[in-house]
């Protein structure tokens, strides 16, 4: 999950009235191929660096939308403790350690896609079981 390989684009573009049919096609059956995975597990910041080498010769928009804790490959992170969140009102301390970022991985990358003009958008939402 360290190193990734792009395609290089040459004249890559196509009309989208020629695909739209496929891309439906696509998009209807997206939930049908992940209905029954029950993989919790998430490489988040290296799909987020794969869309970056992706677009980073023009520059543009990444949508990411997460909603599980990237758990895998560089930037993985593990639930925190629950010290700060049982008891808020004795502490403000532990509250105020949630509130910091365990690596500056997200830092970093931030800086590289704006250096690159890529914006990103992320969405998180939780799990509905």
Known sequence: M?????RQRR???????F????LEQLLESIPNMF???RVADSAFT????????AMKST?????????????IG?????????DGRSNISTADKEAHKLLQPVDKTLKAMALE????QVCVDVFLTTVIR
Request: net charge negative; no cysteine; proline share 4%.
């Open 19 to 22: 695909i739209m049919n496929i």
């Open 11 to 17: 004249n890559q573009l196509l009309e989208p009235a």
């Open 59 to 71: 520059g543009g928009k990444l949508l990411v939308f997460q909603s599980v804790l990237p758990s």
């Open 35 to 37: 209905e029954n995975n």
């Open 113 to 116: 896609f704006a250096e690159y």
């Open 74 to 82: 560089t930037g993985s992170l593990s639930a925190r403790e629950a």
């Open 46 to 53: 290296a799909a987020m660096k794969a869309g970056f080498l």
């Open 2 to 6: 360290a190193e990734f390989m792009t």
